[in-house]
């Protein structure tokens, strides 16, 4: 019984002599995580020192390091003044920014000024040509006050194309955009060459201006011999076109007759046998339109 109560006393000594160590090292414990919690709060881990949160490039965070989404460095998409970003960044090419100080490139809206043409000579002579006939001279038909025009006869408002009244430069572009041989001009005419027109060739062809543009043209065929072929079958076309002639002239080996058209435009087709510019006895045929 002595010896139970002994080792009973001995377990409750040895009881309390360890419930103090245990209780110290409860309380250090809790210093410790308190310490280490206090530590790790005072470090700068969310806001100043790079971690896989804040400040590590690539990530997707508001740190201050390259590669986030917060203004002011390379590579991000914000509103700051970086290369690259989709700012206003003035003077910056790449971007859809005003760039001061830098011309436009093309592509966009805006163009170039095209150069300037050069500007056509005045006068361009055109070569001589000995088998034309000195020139007539010439003044516009006038209908009488008795002429009625025929019914549905065509007007005669355009020749070549060109619209009676048109100026001379604008004759001269449509005549070269359309491959028409052109051996001179003036200011008062455009001179030439192997025009067809009326389902003849002529080898010599005149448009004649006026203050008012393009007034008359004329187209001219000439041989050697007695020819009054194309004459007589340019007359008889015009006749059925036009009716019967308003003047009419055929004496001496002169043949002569004009037309007019509801708008008063006319047509006068001319032959005759004439001395050329080099001399020589030749047989003219001559066809005019005009307004």
């Known amino acids: 019984m002595k010896r139970l109560i002994r080792i009973f006393v001995i377990a409750l000594v040895s009881i309390a002599m360890m419930v ?20 790790q709060n005072s470090r700068p881990n969310n806001s100043g020192r790079p971690s896989n949160s804040s400040g ?10 390259p590669g ?8 991000n998409n914000n509103n700051g003044h970086r290369p690259g970003n989709n700012g206003h960044n003035p003077g910056r090419p790449g971007h859809g920014g005003y760039n001061p100080g830098h011309p436009h490139r093309p592509g966009g809206d805006y163009r170039p000024n095209r150069p300037n043409r050069p500007h056509r000579p005045t006068v361009i002579v055109p070569p001589h040509r000995p088998h034309r006939p000195p020139m007539r001279p010439w003044s ?9 025009p025929r ?20 004759s001269l572009d449509y005549l070269i955009n359309r491959g028409y041989t052109i051996d001179g001009y003036g200011n008062d005419a455009v001179y030439l060459r192997d025009v067809n027109e009326m389902s003849y060739y002529w080898p010599d062809a005149t448009l004649y201006y006026g203050a008012g543009g393009l007034a008359r043209s004329e187209f001219l065929y000439s041989t050697s011999y007695p020819d009054p072929m ?21 004496t001496g080996g002169v043949l002569s007759a004009t037309w007019f058209a509801p708008n008063r435009g006319y047509v006068t087709i001319d032959y005759r046998s004439q001395y050329s510019l080099g001399g020589d006895l030749r047989y003219f045929t001559t066809l005019t339109f005009g307004l």
Do not use: C, D
Request: overall charge positive.
């Open 56 to 65: 590590r490039p690539g990530n997707n965070n508001n740190g201050h390091r």
């Open 68 to 75: 986030n989404n917060n203004p002011g460095r390379p590579g």
């Open 140 to 148: 516009r038909p006038v209908p009488p006050p008795s002429w009625r």
């Open 151 to 170: 019914p549905a006869a065509p007007v005669i408002a355009s020749i070549l194309g060109i619209t009676f009244g048109t100026a001379i430069n604008m």
């Open 230 to 250: 194309r004459y007589n079958s340019l007359y008889t076309r015009f006749n059925r076109t036009y009716g019967p002639p308003i003047n009419i002239v055929r």
């Open 20 to 39: 103090p160590p245990i209780e110290a090292q409860s309380r250090t414990t809790g210093n410790r995580n308190e310490r280490s919690h206090s530590t």
